[in-house]
């Protein structure tokens, strides 16, 4: 539709890169300290331990639903948005650190695509999906209101 201007997604789709788990450890490393740390990477080996083991068993995984494009078909998507001028803005929040780990993994992860350049990217671990405090809420709406304004005089010209 022509008559879009811009598109602002919240913890969309994300594609990992072989530094997405690589930099969330070294986070999590300084945020909890050695013993913390290797506590909470034994019980996520255990846990990714059984859900394999369930899988393997044909029980229905967390991702039998998933209707999450390939990364073919983002690619082509936000191509196609960006190729008709549609301002694209995506902001990843700390509920996705796991899959979204640093600020720069959309543009590793698509290195070369011609849109790559053109799509902001806010990596905002001060906010969570819910945006339920105040001051999650005032930054949202900041990144909201700075983003518009960036694309209003696309809109007038």
């Known amino acids: 539709d022509e008559r879009v201007a811009g598109i602002f997604m919240i913890d969309g789709d994300v594609f990992p890169t072989r530094q ?3 930099r969330l450890a070294a986070a999590m490393l300084r945020a909890y300290g050695a013993r913390e740390f290797t506590r909470k990477m034994v019980r996520w080996v255990a846990q990714g331990l059984r859900a394999r083991a369930v899988a393997t068993e044909g029980a229905p995984t967390d991702d039998t639903f998933s209707r999450h494009p390939t ?21 990843h929040t700390a509920s996705i ?6 600020p720069k993994q959309l543009h590793d992860a698509f ?15 001060d906010i969570d999906h819910t945006v339920t405090s105040a001051a999650s809420q005032r930054r949202f709406v900041d990144l909201v209101s700075k983003w518009v304004d960036t694309i209003v005089p696309a809109l007038s010209a």
């Open 20 to 22: 997405t788990k690589l």
């Open 71 to 91: 990364r073919e078909q983002f690619a082509r998507d936000i191509g196609r948005l960006v190729d008709n001028n549609v301002n694209v803005a995506l902001m």
């Open 97 to 102: 650190v796991e899959q979204y780990s640093y």
């Open 111 to 125: 290195h070369g695509q011609p849109w790559v350049k053109r799509v902001t990217c806010h990596h905002t671990l």
